[in-house]
């Protein structure tokens, strides 16, 4: 006896001991016991690639004790048989808010408001409140019974938390959805680092822009360098939070496919390779996001069909629209096909109960089963390095998994179970009777019709027949054997039965409408009989069209290719000393000119086109240009050096087709005239279809300042005057200010430099706003500034020559002619319009002889468009320059081509056709200088880009396409899916003044 007590007191000690010990009381008697279950003869999926059939799971006070066909199983333990059921571990979701307060965001006041200049925010913090690395998610933690529960009807046990807000987000934690209190649920209180490009709910105007918030962030990481070595610092903080985060895993909030590329631009600029949440478009630019080599996060959201019913309603939605409707469910198995690895999550639906229909649409459409699984276990759990504790069954593991009717992906599979640290939470009943079939219903005694039962065991679907002619669908509730049916018997009111199962059927009482009881039976009649529906998740892949590059209106199925051509015969404006050529020749090979001149023989390969009556030109360059940008202005601050343009380039612009259709071939993207000293201008090739790192020129180095009315923003009205400078005076003020503290931060770079060669010491604190200033004092980087009036452009140049530094080009420069002579003395370039004045009162004294008169002077001139119309009809505005001052036609064509690429440092590879330069080339029907001149075809670096012939071609495919898909949708409105009703959306063309920082929806073509 003694014995069998000691043993007994011992077995309870080692469950005492084995269970988890805790801090906080409990009111009432404890319970110890060691919450013992062994799951026997089930299918038990331990990961994506290891299932073991007819096995056994063993757990014990919430953890996987063992695994396997063979376990032996302790005494006292609870034995569930689950043969014929499965078991999948729980799902993990990696972008939740579960728990977290909601972010509450200062809805924005129409019209212009008073900047923000500082943060709000108390205490020893850092300057901006949209970075803010001090959020710790496992202190705002709060368990939500709610979302809790519906996110476990989806099959999750865990989730990643963060705070959606701001830049820099601050720290992660994983936490499981048990209904316990949080000291349970938090399994890591700093499981990762997060971040985005949203300000969030931060009320600070800078950044005002996506290109302001890559600065903001860059720099952030600079100074959190910086402050981790300095001895002599502030305390900030933020800074001390954001080294602490640094080294977590890190993660990426996207919402576009190029916003992947930028982020992780940023990334491999500091040694991080950040995980990426995506925006469900992957699949529109592929290639170029394997490249990137992160790991994603993607959403399952797909677009409803638009209600094309209406022919003026389907006419306002895009191609891209249209495309990405019928392609979205595709994405994920395109970055599967990829090889791109990915886990999958909740976020971005609208309705959570929508995930398993959207994964097994995404399954229909190639995503293979495996790769869904692993995609919400394995993968997401290795990425937080918690794959220790949950995202398989094995053992040491915590016993988080769900127990399933069949394979977890199956059409009609359900999940009964979900266990959660050990913790069992009941979503269907696991056995539940199955009463489907055909009853012959009887009250009181009298034949009443027939009561049909279909659906699923679980999920039962009812209808009472009437007369063999009126169904009626009750509303009906089955719990615990016991039935409840009330349906309407129209006129006299409602009928409610109640029953429960017999040996032969079902039976009860019920209360007629007019309040009488009654007795009723439903005697089985007919079995149900199950239609085998074969799994959709099986069948044959549904079809789509193509992907188009870039993804909107003319893209390409196929990217165009260099080719070997032979120009015949054609007239040759060179823009060289040999001036224009009759009846030559041109040869293109590998994207370059390689001969010029008469009779030459094609060489092998080569395409021969007939030049006979046509002029054949350099392609254009557009000196002062906007388009394919997703903003132009940073305006939180009067000076944004810090900013590059090529952070926001955006391929999918139609302008750049349709640019292409009027020859330019190169523009030059500027940042907007907000601020005295704007953002770093990025020059790209015309590439249609191409990514934006093949369309930049990374060498060229420019950047935009800005004179006039828009900088100092003092006619914006009383509300808006608090951003220095407030007058033409402040403006000096402005650069006299920023070049003395370049020119001492050079210098500090300098002095470090040169005595870091002898002895390593402290290094000054990188600015990137600085080192564009400095790079312009060093001649590295040139300036191109936005420019009206006289009195302006004379102190901007009184400033450049007392610090040193050169100006490259005035742009707009529509005063010019009253001092050509001392741009032209300076080497100072001006880039013009053509024919612009009277739009404002700093153009009144515009002339259209303003071109004739610089260049008459030895100005080098350019003549640019500033408007995305404008740059299709550039020849024209270049021929207006002979009418208005009489210059001659090939220099009036160099205004176009050979000069703005000498403004633009690269006339050694562009702007003229000359042996060895790239194949920018223009094939015109007429003189180019002539209105009715037209390109045939555009070539950038031998590759054509245009064709005039192959868009007529364009046009009739894109119109049966857009067709096709306009069908497709018709027919799902009448299988009676969700519609949505057509949206138009409006392409922004950009121009100097606009400050809208938001990502606008820039494509247009139909």
């Excluded at 030895?858 to 299709?872: F, L, Y």
């Amino acid at each position: 006896m003694f014995k069998q007590i000691s043993t007994l007191l011992t077995g309870l000690t080692i469950g005492i001991c084995c269970q988890a010990q805790g801090t906080f009381p409990q009111n009432g008697a404890y319970d110890e016991r060691p919450g013992r279950y062994a799951f026997t003869n089930a299918t038990i999926v331990v990961d994506s690639k290891t299932t073991i059939t007819a096995g056994t799971m063993l757990i014990e006070n919430g953890i996987i004790r063992e695994v396997s066909k063979q376990v032996k199983i302790p005494a006292g333990t609870v034995v569930v048989d689950l043969k014929g059921k499965y078991i999948y571990p729980s799902l993990i979701d990696l972008d939740s808010d579960y728990g977290l307060p909601e972010v509450k965001r200062e809805r924005a006041a129409g019209g212009r408001q008073t900047p923000q200049i500082e943060s709000n925010k108390k205490g020893a913090f850092g300057w901006n409140q949209a970075v803010q690395p001090e959020t710790d998610a496992s202190l705002l933690f709060t368990p939500d019974a709610k979302k809790a529960e519906d996110l476990r009807k989806n099959g999750f046990g865990t989730v990643l938390i963060h705070a959606h807000d701001g830049i820099v987000r601050g720290n992660g934690a994983l936490v499981t959805l048990t209904d316990e209190p949080a000291n349970k649920a938090l399994l890591n209180k700093k499981a990762s680092a997060h971040f985005s490009f949203s300000k969030g709910s931060s009320s600070q105007t800078y950044p005002s822009s996506t290109m302001g918030v890559v600065a903001l962030l860059r720099q952030n990481y600079y100074d959190a360098d910086w402050y981790s070595k300095a001895a002599d610092k502030e305390t900030n903080l933020s800074l001390e939070a954001f080294n602490q985060i640094k080294s977590l895993p890190s993660f990426f909030e996207t919402n576009d496919k190029y916003s992947i590329m930028r982020a992780d631009k940023v990334g491999d600029e500091f040694g991080i390779q950040y995980i990426i949440r995506g925006g469900g478009d992957e699949y529109q630019r592929i290639k170029e996001i394997k490249a990137t080599k992160a790991t994603l996060i993607l959403p399952l959201q797909f677009p409803d069909a638009y209600d094309v019913s209406d022919p003026w309603d389907a006419d306002v939605i895009s191609m891209s629209q249209l495309k990405h409707w019928e392609l979205a469910p595709k994405n994920t198995s395109e970055v599967a096909k990829a090889d791109i690895p990915f886990a999958l999550t909740t976020s971005g639906l609208k309705n959570k109960a929508d995930f398993w229909k959207n994964l097994k649409t995404a399954i229909e459409y190639g995503l293979s089963k495996e790769r869904a699984l692993e995609a919400l276990t394995t993968l997401p759990a290795s990425l937080i390095k918690a794959e220790g504790q949950v995202g398989s069954l094995k053992a040491g593991l915590l016993a988080n998994f769900i127990i399933t009717s069949g394979d977890l992906f199956g059409k009609d599979n359900v999940i009964y179970e979900n266990w959660i640290q050990g913790k069992k939470f009941v979503l269907a009943p696991i056995n539940a009777p199955d009463i489907r079939g055909t009853y012959s219903l009887s009250l009181n005694n009298q034949p009443a019709g027939k009561i049909q039962i279909t659906g699923s065991p679980e999920k039962p679907e009812y209808k009472i027949v009437i007369q063999d002619s009126i169904k009626i669908t009750p509303k009906a509730i089955l719990s615990n054997e016991l039935l409840t049916l009330t349906y309407q018997n129209k006129p006299s009111g409602t009928v409610r039965l109640t029953g429960w199962l017999t040996g032969t059927g079902l039976a009860g009482e019920g209360v007629l409408p007019d309040g009488s009881t009654i007795s009723w039976t439903a005697i089985l009649s007919e079995k149900f009989q199950q239609i085998a529906v074969k799994d959709s998740t099986n069948t044959k892949l549904k079809g789509t069209g193509p992907v188009v590059y870039p993804f909107v209106g003319f893209g390409n199925e196929e990217l165009p290719k260099s080719e070997t051509v032979l120009f015949k015969n054609a007239t040759v404006w060179t823009n060289e000393k040999e001036g224009i050529l009759q009846n030559s020749d041109v040869i293109v090979q590998n994207g370059k000119i390689t001969k010029i001149g008469k009779g030459l023989a094609a060489p092998a390969g080569a395409r021969t086109v007939d030049g006979t009556g046509k002029h054949l030109t350099s392609g254009i360059i557009d000196e002062h240009s906007h388009i394919a940008l997703f903003t132009i202005n940073e305006g939180g601050q009067s000076s944004s050096a810090e900013v590059r343009m090529s952070d926001v380039i955006n391929p999918d612009d139609i302008n750049i087709y349709r640019q292409l259709a009027g020859g330019v071939t190169a523009s030059h993207l500027l940042h907007g005239s907000a601020n005295s000293i704007g953002g770093q201008s990025a020059l790209i090739k015309l590439k249609w279809g191409a990514s934006q790192s093949e369309m930049l020129l990374p060498e060229v180095k420019t950047i935009k300042f800005a004179l006039g009315e828009n900088v100092k923003q003092s006619n914006w009205g009383d509300i808006v005057r608090t951003r220095f400078p407030q007058t033409r005076m402040g403006v000096e003020q402005v650069y006299f200010d920023h070049f003395i503290r370049a020119k001492e931060y050079s210098n500090a770079w300098k002095k470090y430099n040169a005595a870091s060669k002898k002895q390593p010491g402290m290094a000054p604190r990188r600015d990137i706003e600085l080192d564009a200033l400095a790079e312009i004092l060093d001649n590295e980087r040139f300036i191109t500034c936005h420019s009206y009036v006289q009195s302006e452009i004379n102190m901007l140049m009184h400033v450049a020559d007392s610090l040193k530094f050169r100006i490259n080009t005035f742009t707009h420069i529509l005063e010019g002619y009253k001092l050509a002579d001392g741009m032209a003395k300076r080497g100072i370039g001006g880039s013009t319009f053509a024919d612009w004045w009277a739009y404002k009162m700093e153009v009144k004294e515009a002339i259209p002889y303003n071109a004739a008169l610089m260049y008459h002077e030895g100005v080098t001139v350019a003549i640019n468009s500033d408007d995305a119309e404008m740059a299709r009809r550039l020849n024209q505005e270049a021929a207006k320059t002979v009418e208005y001052g009489g210059v001659p036609e090939e220099d009036a064509w160099k205004m176009v081509t050979l000069n703005p690429a000498k403004l633009l440092h690269v006339d050694q590879r562009m702007g003229s056709i000359k042996a060895g330069k790239d194949a920018d080339l223009v094939l015109w029907n007429a003189n180019p200088l002539s209105v009715y001149a037209r390109p045939e075809f555009t070539m950038v670096e031998g590759t054509v880009y245009f064709d005039r012939k192959m868009d007529e071609e364009k046009q009739k495919s894109m119109a049966v396409e857009r067709e096709r898909l306009i069908q497709k949708m018709l027919g799902d409105k009448a299988e009676g899916k969700p519609t949505q009703k057509p949206q138009a959306t409006q392409p922004r063309m950009w121009h100097c003044e606009d400050i809208v920082g938001v990502h606008t929806e820039h494509e247009g073509a139909k």
